[in-house]
């Protein structure tokens, strides 16, 4: 069985203020783009969890391994699975690459496994996994609040004209802890997304990817999540 991961990006991002858990408190309007990994399921001895297609990424760090654990844990399923992801989306882009594939993994496995798991469950086991795998588990365009467990449909908010929609991701890692610790209060409201100054301060890149989406004649162009990823629309 296989099911597509899709990326998303984040329309708008505000960061209202610091959380006692050391998180920030959020609202941001998140959506899928056409992109996506493919997440395929096989068999396999009881128990085993076994994930390919990751290079480099230890087990343990392995967003969607971690899934397939905490729906073992959750239920006490004791079935094995064998996950291979064929990965397009970038790491450290800010598309939610990670957590498309355990949103995938929480939803696909839930049906592959018979588990009978509702939304909402695999929801808040997402939010365990990361801040955006709720709205990723959730699908379609929603609004994301607090540190991204609050997950409600967007109904109020315009549909884009996705058809105008450019996606650029410039070649440099960014670290979502690194750009959140940077954040500083004067940053909000500069534009749709509080992170992308300290983003710019921190990655240069980000700054020129945003200007030669500008130079090419795209409007209202943005960063998406914590970067590195910009887009626009085209005129
Ligand atoms: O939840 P996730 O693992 O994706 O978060 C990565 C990092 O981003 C956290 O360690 C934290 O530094 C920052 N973060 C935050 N507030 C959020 C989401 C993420 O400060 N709401």
Redesign the pocket.
Known sequence: MTVEAHAKINLTLEVLGTRPD?????RSVVAPIPLHDDVTFADAEDGVVAVEGCDGVPAEKNLAYRAARLLQDATGCRKGVRIAIAKRIPMGAGLGGG?ADAAAVLTGLNRFWNLGLSADRLMALGAEI???VPALVHGGMVLMEG??EKVTACADYPTPAWEKLVVYTPPVFSS??RV??DFRDADRGAGKNDLQPAACRLYPEIRDALAKLEAEGCRDVMMSG?GSTVFGWRA
Do not use: F, K, P
């Open positions: 050391g998180y920030h408190e959020l957590s990361g801040s955006d540190r991204g979502t802890a959140y610790g914590s």
